[in-house]
């Protein structure tokens, strides 16, 4: 890694800890941003607030946002796709319909956030554990075949969700929805703690295969001829983005376009080295996530808007002028 990634990391530091100060901040109660650090340490006014509702769901936000983001740079790394994301692996729509399903068919208010979270993680575990199983061929996993697999799983569980959309009453379809729209509302210190450690373990998996990422941008064959053991490296890639993308979104909802957009404006901003990349991803998905959900607080407070509105909404523009922009570099190559 340069010295100039370096410092291009060190001011999205930067950036990260004058988001959360900010967001951690503003509310229906405001309190003064460069104030928060004594008044975590002196237990001040404003103390109650800033433990146990606003730092909580910042620090969640935070978390999420940096696991979808570094999640999208790795499966773009990994299939030399500059569209792919999560919600490729049939990730987002696994969750989706295992919480339709529990919340439909259980009831929400059984286990609470937690029943609904967990339904939602082994949903997401099932359909990306069926679509690895539909892409191998002969001890290897065919990357064409397991996009094809996600697309078709992914359509199956929008089925789901609809058909569990259609059976649901007012207050189901109520629930349903707000889930489906994706929130940080409820987050708790011990639905963080599962998120870091889980998310964590996965990003890990992700940013030990960087250097193997660049070669693979090369092509499979000529990385295999440069000496990346293609089979681990997809078989690494794709534990570790299942494992920290499902416990994501399980603890958000469905929140899209942070893996699409994040990994795309740093690598126009600093290059394609997997060591910058993922880490930067990271960095710069904790800081969309958590201004997006700051924007979904404040915008129409005392309301709240569904975060993954408002990130889509940031999305699809970017998602837009990305293709009018590689329409122009194909006329024009």
């Known amino acids: 890694m340069t010295l100039l990634s370096q410092k291009r990391l060190w001011l999205l530091v930067a950036i990260l800890m004058v988001t959360v100060l900010v967001a951690a901040g503003t509310g229906a109660y405001f309190i003064t941003p460069w104030k928060i650090p004594s008044i975590l340490w002196q237990r001040g006014e404003g103390y109650a607030v800033l433990v146990h509702v606003r730092l909580p769901r910042v620090v969640l936000a935070c978390c999420v946002g940096a696991i979808l983001a570094m999640a999208g740079a790795s499966l773009q790394g990994l299939f030399r796709n500059p569209l792919a994301d999560p919600g490729l692996l049939g990730v987002n729509a696994g969750a989706g319909f295992g919480a339709a399903l529990w919340i439909v068919l259980v009831g929400s208010s059984f ?4 029943g609904t979270s967990l339904a ?4 997401a575990w099932c359909v990306t554990w069926l679509a690895w199983r539909l892409a191998q061929a002969e001890g290897r996993m065919l990357v064409a075949t397991l996009l094809l697999a996600g697309i078709a799983l992914n359509s199956f569980a929008g089925a789901g969700i609809g058909l569990m959309t259609y059976l649901a009453d007012d207050q189901q379809l109520r629930n349903l929805t707000f889930w489906l729209l994706g929130g940080l509302g409820g987050s708790t210190w011990t639905l963080v703690f599962v998120v870091g450690v889980c998310g964590s373990l996965g990003m890990l998996l ?30 690494q890639v794709v534990l570790g ?31 394609a080295n997997h060591r910058y990349l993922l880490a930067a991803s990271a960095l710069g998905g904790a800081i969309l996530l958590v201004l997006a959900d700051l924007l979904a607080r404040v915008v129409v407070a005392p309301a709240e808007i569904p975060v993954g509105i408002v990130t889509s909404l940031l999305g699809a523009p970017f998602l837009t002028w990305l293709l009018l922009r590689s329409k122009r570099e194909a006329l024009y190559a």
């Open 241 to 271: 983005v299942t494992l920290s993308v499902a416990v994501g979104i399980a603890a958000s909802g469905g929140i899209g376009f942070v893996g699409l957009v994040v990994p795309h404006l740093l690598r126009l901003w600093g290059g």
């Open 120 to 123: 939602a993680f082994v949903g």
């Open 206 to 235: 992700q940013l030990r295969q960087a250097r193997a990422l660049d070669l693979m941008t090369l092509g499979e064959s000529d990385a295999y001829h440069m000496g990346v053991a293609t089979e681990p490296l997809k078989q």
């Open 111 to 114: 286990l609470g956030v937690w």
